[in-house]
């Protein structure tokens, strides 16, 4: 496997959710041609959004029966709140494109308790990819989000979960956020075939450089260094302050 590492840069959103298009197509058409399947893990916040938006319009070319989806990381609320992620990607990307009610794989956040809602999580994942006990899946994909103070996913600076080798899933309950959270550990991360971020905005530039020039350890983003896969970083002419 090539194992590359790359920042590429856009002149705007716009530009960056199109190449993402693009890129999204290029790695499904290659999964499904490869392994009969398409494995990605998604994430909340307001980056993605007009990427979801293009991708629920990019046709006929994308195997969608074929594509199974997964979250990153997801709010503690109800699926139907609007601080879920599953809502955020169900209004904009779901509820446009022919993909199978059985391929969507969300975190069932709405369960009374955080940890029981985190070890249902990780069993479903174990079930889909026939895991035996130890073994961390492969998703073919995992974007990510960067937050200004390094969170990725939901793995937020000094959290104990940074230090998770065992999990798949993990439950979050970190002070400065408004909701307790369920993520993908960075064991799980770090084992993806391609994960991709998308930076986008003036808030991002140092935190951006932070990560992707010097792999400062303060931000939990600097530690996903997939140890198989490719790693990229996308982002607008804001946050790469050109
Ligand atoms: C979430 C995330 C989170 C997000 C970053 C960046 O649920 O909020 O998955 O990790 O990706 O906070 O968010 P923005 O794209 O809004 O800057």
Redesign the pocket.
């Known amino acids: 496997m090539t194992n590359a590492r790359q920042v590429l840069t856009f002149g705007t959103r716009d530009e960056m959710a199109d190449f993402m298009v693009e890129k999204w197509a290029a790695l499904s058409g290659e999964a499904v041609e490869k392994r009969g399947r398409f494995t990605a893990a998604l994430?909340?916040?307001?980056?993605?959004v007009l990427f979801y938006l293009r991708l629920a319009s990019a046709g006929e070319r994308l195997s969608w029966k074929n594509t199974h989806l997964f979250?990153?990381?997801?709010?503690f609320v109800s699926l139907d709140n609007a601080d879920s992620?599953y809502h955020l990607i169900s209004e904009t990307l779901l509820k446009n494109v022919p993909i199978p009610a059985g391929n969507i794989h969300a975190v069932p956040a709405g369960e009374s308790d955080l940890q029981l809602a985190a070890a249902k999580y990780e069993e479903e994942i174990i079930k889909f990819f026939a895991l035996p006990a130890g073994v961390f899946p492969e998703f073919d994909l995992i974007m990510?989000?960067?937050?200004?103070d390094g969170?990725?996913?939901?793995?937020f600076p000094g959290d104990i979960i940074l230090n998770d080798t065992r999990h798949i899933a993990a439950p979050v309950s970190y002070d400065k956020v408004k909701h307790d959270?369920i993520t993908l550990t960075l064991p799980v991360i770090n084992n993806a075939r391609t994960v991709i971020f998308?930076?986008?905005?003036k808030?991002?530039v140092s935190v951006l450089r932070g990560v992707a020039d010097d792999r400062d350890p303060r931000f939990p983003a600097s530690l996903v260094n997939p140890q198989k896969g490719d790693l990229l970083f996308l982002a607008d002419a804001e946050a790469a302050h050109l």
């Open positions: 994430s909340g916040g307001e980056t993605p979250l990153a990381d997801e709010r992620n990510l989000g960067m937050g200004a969170h990725t996913a939901s793995l959270r998308l930076v986008s905005g808030a991002k």
